[in-house]
């Protein structure tokens, strides 16, 4: 588990924290409603999958908003401008 002081819940399965690997990481997380958290510049290609239903999950990419639901997933190219947030009322699993 990563702490984290936002309550966002991180679990790390394969990566930095882990097994000391930076060029992937696998974690689950759970975004708590009304999350924002800041840009980030990731040094790898990162894969989202949703897994929780029925609230969405919103990523900025490039200042792009992308929605993506349960079931979908999105690749995010490594360097590009990410933000991860969680606009909607509940709690986001991916």
């Excluded at 759970?30 to 800041?38: H, Q």
């Amino acid at each position: 588990m990563v702490p984290t002081k936002d309550w966002e819940l991180i679990e790390e399965n394969f990566g930095r924290v882990i097994s000391n690997e930076s060029n992937i990481g696998i974690i689950h997380m759970v975004a708590p409603s009304r999350l924002s958290r800041p840009f980030q510049n990731p040094e790898f290609n990162e894969y989202t999958i949703m897994i929780s239903t029925p609230t969405p999950k919103q990523i900025e990419v490039d200042r792009e908003a992308i929605i993506i639901k349960f079931g979908e997933s999105l690749l995010t190219k490594k360097w590009a401008t990410v933000l991860y947030s969680n606009t909607f009322e509940e709690d986001v699993e991916f």
